[in-house]
């Protein structure tokens, strides 16, 4: 954990396949929990960067691909571990919208197969014609797309950002179609980390992987 005021630093290292949540705290709510969540629940590794104000915290906001990575130890260790990453956002516009950017187009279209039948209330938008600038996730320099095989992207509405208080009281977690999501995500890891075991099983050397 690293501590800078307004800010804080969380790194765990643990599966090659990485939850990124570079807008946690105050500054896109909601976003932090569903990554603690998925990588807690799926044996991903971790890196959040979050605002920790009690009020103001979306002037802490930095562009995905402006975040200053090189100068922060703990994301470079992220990235140097991790082979794929997926970076959780929240956005303000339609709120029936979920946006699906990011460079590893292949995770992407997987992921958009199983989503938009569990939460089909959303509209699953992939095209980068169609995402608002800004949020697309395809700058090779954002954080997401550092990784050898790059990431996938989610701008979540606040309905899929939704939380409520862990048993204890002492934190938060996911809620209503948040959980819903956290649990699909969850799975949908579970899935490309098999493959590649089995692939690897296979071929007795490193495997082209699925992500």
């Known amino acids: 954990m690293g501590e800078r005021g307004d800010t804080s630093e969380f790194l765990r290292l643990r599966g090659p396949l990485g939850l990124l949540a570079i807008h946690g705290g105050g500054i896109e709510p909601g976003t932090e929990e569903i990554a603690r969540f998925v990588a807690h629940h799926s044996g991903g590794s971790l890196y959040i960067y979050a605002g920790r104000r009690a009020t103001g915290n979306l002037s802490l906001h930095r ?8 100068h922060r130890p ?16 929240g956005h303000g516009r339609n709120q029936n919208c979920a946006y699906v950017g990011g460079l590893h187009q292949t995770m ?3 992921f958009l197969e199983i ?67 956290s649990r699909l995500l969850v799975r949908f890891i579970e899935l490309l980390m098999d493959e590649n075991s089995q692939q690897d099983r296979a071929l007795r050397q490193p495997a082209s992987r699925n992500f």
Not at 63 to 70: I, K, M, T, Y
Not at 76 to 87: D, G, T, W, Y
């Open 63 to 70: 562009p995905s691909h402006g975040l200053g990575h090189e």
């Open 74 to 89: 703990l994301a470079m260790r992220f990235l140097n571990h991790v082979e794929a990453a997926i970076s959780i956002h």
């Open 108 to 110: 992407v279209q997987r």
């Open 115 to 181: 989503a938009r039948p569990v939460l089909p209330q959303y509209e699953w938008i992939s095209d980068p014609e169609i995402i608002p600038p800004g949020i697309r996730g395809r700058n090779p320099n954002n954080i997401v797309n550092l990784p050898p095989a790059k990431g996938m992207q989610l701008e979540l509405p606040r309905e899929l950002r939704e939380t409520r208080p862990t048993s204890d009281g002492k934190h938060f977690e996911p809620a209503g179609d948040a959980e819903v999501l």
